[in-house]
């Protein structure tokens, strides 16, 4: 079991504690990993006897693996899965902790796809793990290369945490790669965590790739309801997985966080599953929208900046040219109102910065982001 004392001292999640400053307080949020949000009222209006049923939820506690409706939507999601193989938590965070506490010794070694959800590392740092980074670049596109794996292989290696679609770059591996990933992991016996959490918001639906829970027993899914559907708030997310022994741990550790998952949420979460191609029609929308208005943005601004085209999900990750990403995200949103995300969050010290493609607003965002362009520009010419 990790050291009780490492995990009390966890170190500040910096992404979260940058939001908490600014998440609230600022007009046009151009960083946001989510897309649009909606009303109670109006996902319940995509099922006609929805909004009866839900004033009827029942306000005890939840079956502790999550409701069996709720299960059995989630499971669609997946070929080979049944809604006993679903762990409900609150959100893909809970699952995150609990997947690395349940499953990882001081002294194991992880390999982490790089820049990564600090998390996906930093749990396991705590559980006393030493951590590898699998580095994606901006000069291959953000792409892995399947090649370094076998040098970062050591003989105490116990897992690969993969993340694609990415936060932040918007890579998608290609099926081939993500074959052979599993292939060396079964072959290697290593377990593969795969935080699908923005899947199913492939620009291209032929460029899904098969869920990593369906690949064998070696490999534990993540999904949660905030991303590609948009319903943070819900806070409801999951692990699917065919391998009985760190479902039970999870499950067993799951009494000492959460418990069970709040009532409505499941409600609401298992209406939501059942319509999730509305959900994620309506938010694929709003990010191609916004996708052509970035392409112009950085045709016309492309000596400011780099800009490789994500091919799924609600983020992108351009390069700063012009200066201190630092300064010029702290500049941006003190006098424009306008919200980037510095790199160096991720721990990325060559000035990139995380771009949010998912709200609605962003047009507005990106016209404010211009004009304070044209102004700053000229003082630090
Ligand atoms: C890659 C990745 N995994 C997990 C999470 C956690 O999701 P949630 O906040 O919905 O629990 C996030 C949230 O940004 C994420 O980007």
């Given at each position: 079991?990790?050291?009780w004392?490492k995990?009390?001292?966890?170190?500040p999640?910096?992404?979260e504690?940058f939001?908490a400053?600014y998440?609230?307080n600022?007009?046009y949020?151009?960083?946001?990993s989510?897309?649009?949000?909606m009303?109670?009222?109006?996902?319940?209006?995509?099922?006609?006897?929805?909004?009866?049923?839900?004033?009827?939820?029942w306000l005890?506690y939840?079956?502790s693996h999550?409701?069996?409706?709720?299960?059995?939507?989630?499971?669609?999601?997946?070929?080979t899965?049944?809604?006993?193989?679903?762990?409900?938590?609150?959100?893909?965070e809970?699952?995150?902790f609990?997947?690395m506490y349940a499953?990882?010794?001081?002294g194991?070694?992880?390999?982490?796809?790089?820049?990564?959800?600090?998390?996906?590392?930093?749990?396991?740092?705590?559980?006393?793990?030493d951590?590898s980074?699998?580095?994606?670049?901006?000069?291959?596109?953000?792409?892995?290369?399947?090649?370094?794996?076998p040098?970062?292989?050591?003989?105490?290696?116990?897992?690969?945490?993969i993340n694609?679609p990415h936060?932040p770059?918007?890579?998608?591996?290609?099926?081939?790669?993500?074959?052979?990933?599993?292939?060396?992991?079964?072959e290697?016996n290593l377990?593969?965590?795969?935080?699908e959490?923005?899947r199913?918001?492939?620009?291209?639906p032929?460029?899904?790739l098969?869920?990593?829970?369906?690949?064998?027993?070696h490999?534990?899914?993540?999904g949660v309801t905030?991303?590609?559907?948009?319903?943070?708030?819900?806070?409801?997310g999951?692990i699917?997985?065919?391998n009985?022994k760190?479902?039970?741990?999870?499950?067993?550790?799951?009494?000492?966080?959460t418990?069970?998952?709040?009532?409505?949420?499941?409600?609401?979460?298992e209406?939501?599953?059942r319509?999730?191609?509305?959900l994620?029609e309506?938010?694929?929308g709003?990010i191609?929208?916004n996708?052509?208005?970035m392409?112009d943005?950085?045709a016309r601004?492309?000596?400011?900046f780099?800009?490789?085209?994500?091919r799924a999900g609600?983020m992108?990750f351009p390069?700063?040219?012009?200066?201190n990403?630092?300064?010029?995200c702290?500049?941006?949103?003190?006098?424009?109102?306008?919200?980037v995300?510095?790199?160096?969050v991720?721990d990325?010290?060559?000035n990139?910065?995380?771009?949010?493609?998912g709200?609605?607003?962003l047009?507005?965002?990106?016209?404010?982001?211009?004009?304070?362009?044209?102004?700053?520009?000229?003082?630090?010419?």
């Amino acid at each position: 079991m990790p050291s009780w004392s490492k995990i009390m001292n966890l170190p500040p999640f910096k992404l979260e504690r940058f939001f908490a400053k600014y998440e609230f307080n600022t007009e046009y949020l151009l960083c946001s990993s989510d897309c649009e949000a909606m009303s109670i009222a109006d996902l319940l209006a995509l099922e006609p006897a929805a909004a009866e049923k839900f004033q009827n939820t029942w306000l005890g506690y939840t079956e502790s693996h999550g409701s069996p409706a709720l299960r059995a939507e989630i499971c669609k999601l997946y070929e080979t899965i049944q809604p006993d193989d679903i762990l409900v938590h609150s959100g893909a965070e809970e699952a995150i902790f609990l997947f690395m506490y349940a499953t990882f010794q001081p002294g194991d070694h992880v390999i982490v796809h790089s820049p990564r959800y600090q998390s996906l590392a930093e749990v396991a740092v705590a559980a006393g793990c030493d951590v590898s980074l699998w580095r994606a670049r901006e000069k291959n596109n953000w792409a892995l290369d399947i090649d370094e794996l076998p040098h970062l292989l050591r003989t105490n290696t116990k897992a690969i945490i993969i993340n694609t679609p990415h936060n932040p770059t918007g890579y998608l591996m290609s099926g081939e790669d993500y074959a052979a990933l599993h292939k060396f992991a079964q072959e290697n016996n290593l377990l593969l965590f795969s935080d699908e959490v923005y899947r199913e918001s492939e620009y291209d639906p032929e460029t899904r790739l098969p869920a990593g829970c369906d690949f064998g027993e070696h490999s534990i899914s993540l999904g949660v309801t905030s991303k590609t559907y948009g319903l943070a708030g819900l806070r409801i997310g999951w692990i699917a997985t065919k391998n009985k022994k760190i479902y039970e741990k999870m499950a067993s550790l799951k009494d000492y966080t959460t418990i069970c998952n709040s009532a409505p949420s499941e409600f609401l979460a298992e209406v939501a599953m059942r319509n999730k191609q509305k959900l994620s029609e309506r938010n694929l929308g709003i990010i191609r929208h916004n996708l052509a208005v970035m392409d112009d943005f950085f045709a016309r601004n492309s000596l400011l900046f780099t800009w490789i085209r994500p091919r799924a999900g609600s983020m992108a990750f351009p390069r700063y040219l012009g200066g201190n990403v630092e300064e010029f995200c702290d500049h941006l949103v003190r006098k424009a109102g306008v919200l980037v995300l510095p790199g160096s969050v991720y721990d990325d010290s060559d000035n990139h910065f995380r771009l949010g493609l998912g709200r609605k607003n962003l047009p507005q965002a990106v016209e404010r982001l211009e004009l304070f362009l044209s102004s700053y520009r000229l003082s630090h010419a």
